[in-house]
C-alpha cells in the first residue's frame, strides 16, 4: 500500500490564497515540497486570457510543479453572458498545461433540478467535453451543493447520462457526512475520479480545522484514492484547499501533515 500511495501526489488549489499573487504561491507551494498546483480562473488565471497561462505554466514548471488542473467557473447551463465562454476556459486549460479542467454541474441543487434542468446541464457538459476531447483534455465537475453534483446519486447519474469518455468528477467530502458515509460514497465513484479536494471542516464551512485533526478520515480516503490508481496506473492529486484562517503558517502544517499520510518526506 505504500507504493499505493505514491500514485497519490500532494497538491494546493491556487483559491486557497486568493490575496497572494502566482509567484507567492508557486514559492509556497514548492516550500512546502508539493507537487502540483490547481490553477483558479477567477484571479490567478483568468478564463482567456493566454498570456498569464503561459507565464503561470512556466513558473510552476520553474518551481518543479506540476499543473494538476485548472479550476474553472465554467458552468453547464443554458448560454448567459455571465458564464465564461467554454471555448475560451478550454484554450486557456490548453496554455496553461492543465491535463483536466473543473466545472460545475449548473447551479441548483439536484433536490430542485427539474427534469429539463437536468437535460440542459447534460447537453452543456457533452458539448464542453467534445470540445475538451479536441484538446486532449478531460472534464471534472466539482463535487459541490448547489449543483448536480452535490451528491453521490446524482453525481454518478449525470455522468451516465452524458456518456463522454472524458468526462469525470472531483471529490470532496460533503459537508457534515459522517466519516464512513463519506467515505462509501469514495467507493462507489472512485472509478470515475479525477483528483480529490483536501480540507477539514467540520460540521460545516464555517468551522475549518487543522488538517491533523481530520486524522479519523483523510488517510482512509486518501487509500481509497490509491487503490484505484493502483488499478488504472493513472496519478491522481490530493490538492490542499481553504486551511484554517488563510494562514500560511497553517497550510504549511496541513502539507507536512498530508505529505506524512503520503508517504512522502514534506515540509
Known amino acids: 500500500m505504500a507504493e499505493n500511495r505514491r500514485m497519490i501526489r500532494p497538491g494546493l488549489v491556487s483559491v486557497t490564497f486568493r490575496s497572494h ?15 502540483a498546483i490547481e ?41 448567459s453572458v455571465s ?19 473543473r ?4 447551479r441548483r441543487g439536484s433536490g430542485e433540478a427539474s427534469a429539463g ?22 472534464v471534472a465537475t466539482e463535487f459541490h451543493d448547489g449543483t448536480l453534483a452535490d451528491d453521490m446519486d446524482s453525481c454518478l447519474r449525470l455522468l451516465d447520462e452524458v456518456k463522454s469518455a472524458n468526462l469525470r468528477t472531483f471529490w470532496q467530502p460533503p459537508n ?22 483536501v480540507f477539514h471542516w467540520w460540521p460545516d464551512h464555517l468551522h475549518r480545522h487543522a488538517l491533523a485533526d481530520g486524522a479519523d478520515r483523510w488517510p482512509a480516503y486518501l487509500r481509497e484514492a490509491a487503490k484505484q490508481s493502483a488499478a488504472d496506473g493513472e496519478l491522481r492529486y490530493a490538492s490542499l484547499e481553504f486551511v484554517r484562517d488563510d494562514n500560511v503558517d497553517q497550510f504549511r ?3 507536512a501533515t498530508l505529505c506524512a499520510w503520503l508517504g512522502l518526506s514534506g515540509g
Open 21 to 35: 499573487s502566482a509567484k507567492e504561491i508557486v514559492e509556497l507551494a514548492a516550500e512546502a515540497r508539493l507537487a
Open 39 to 79: 490553477w483558479g480562473g477567477d484571479v490567478h488565471v483568468p478564463h482567456g486570457d493566454l498570456a498569464a497561462a503561459r507565464a503561470v505554466r512556466r513558473m510552476s514548471q520553474d518551481h518543479g510543479l506540476a499543473v494538476s488542473a485548472y479550476g474553472s467557473y465554467f458552468r453547464a447551463e443554458a448560454p
Open 83 to 101: 458564464n465564461p465562454s467554454a471555448i475560451a476556459v478550454l484554450d486557456t486549460a490548453a496554455e496553461l498545461g492543465a491535463p483536466v479542467v
Open 103 to 106: 466545472v460545475w454541474a449548473g
Open 117 to 138: 434542468d437536468r437535460a440542459v446541464v447534460a447537453e452543456q457538459l457533452a458539448m464542453c467535453c467534445d470540445l475538451a476531447a479536441e484538446r486532449k483534455l478531460i
Open 176 to 197: 457534515g457526512m459522517e466519516p464512513s458515509a463519506a467515505l462509501s460514497g469514495l467507493k462507489r465513484v472512485r472509478h470515475r475520479l479525477a483528483h480529490l479536494h
Open 253 to 255: 502544517r496541513d502539507a
